[in-house]
């Protein structure tokens, strides 16, 4: 299992009622909200620089390419990027 550390966190007290309240109806420590809630931001911001550099990337060969934007439809694909949930 992976070594935990404390820290400090102060919420307004609206916060704080809110994440007891799923807590109680999820029936698990604030805790393991608080780590749920920060894995999954940080899933969400790992996500989007990742669709970011790849959104760059297509941008950039579509830049250096006609072949490659005729044959992949550069706008196709930057829109599946922008609309995928990664």
């Known amino acids: ?3 935990t550390r ?5 919420l307004p007290d609206t916060l704080l009622e809110s994440l007891d309240r799923v807590a109680r109806e999820r029936r698990v420590r604030r805790a393991q909200l608080v780590r749920e809630a920060v894995a999954g931001f940080l899933s969400r911001v790992e996500a989007e620089r990742v669709q ?9 060969l579509a830049d250096h390419s006609e072949d490659f934007v005729a044959e992949t439809d550069a706008h196709t694909v930057h829109r599946l990027l ?3 949930k990664w």
């Open 52 to 60: 970011r550099e790849m959104a760059d990337y297509v941008e950039a």
């Open 82 to 84: 922008r609309d995928t």
């Open 1 to 3: 299992m992976e070594r």
């Open 6 to 10: 404390d820290i400090h966190v102060s």
